[in-house]
């Protein structure tokens, strides 16, 4: 079954850290594109961070400097590395693979204080 499962998310105060991961199963991670995505309520799902085949990232502007996408190609899991989170970073956080147009279920990220 071609399948995407995320987890790390959480509860974290602003200024902290959390890492996501998405394991992918009967896709390759080291050979496809891969993406996060995010979702806060009332908005629109927007793009954060997308890994190329080739592994380079690219980063949507609000999250440049904070955040790094990576991947293991052992494990066949891609991550999202999230430093300095801040309150507008609240949102669920889905993995995505273009190739087969598959999202995974999601993880709730909550930055309070």
């Known amino acids: 079954q071609v399948q995407l499962v995320e987890s790390g998310g959480g509860l974290v105060e602003p200024g902290g850290s959390l890492r996501l991961s998405c394991r992918a199963s009967?896709?390759?991670?080291?050979?496809?594109?891969m993406g996060w995505y995010r979702q806060a309520p009332g908005k629109e799902r927007e793009l954060v961070a997308t890994?190329?085949?080739?592994?380079?990232?690219v980063y949507t502007d609000s999250v440049k400097d904070r955040f790094t996408i990576s991947r293991d190609n052992a494990k066949n899991t891609i991550y999202l590395q999230m430093n300095s989170l801040k309150p507008e970073d609240t949102a669920v956080y889905y993995c995505y693979a273009p190739v087969h147009s598959l999202w995974g279920q999601g993880t709730q990220v909550t930055v309070s204080s």
């Open positions: 890994i190329s085949s080739a592994g380079r990232p």
């Open positions: 009967r896709i390759l991670v080291s050979i496809n594109a």
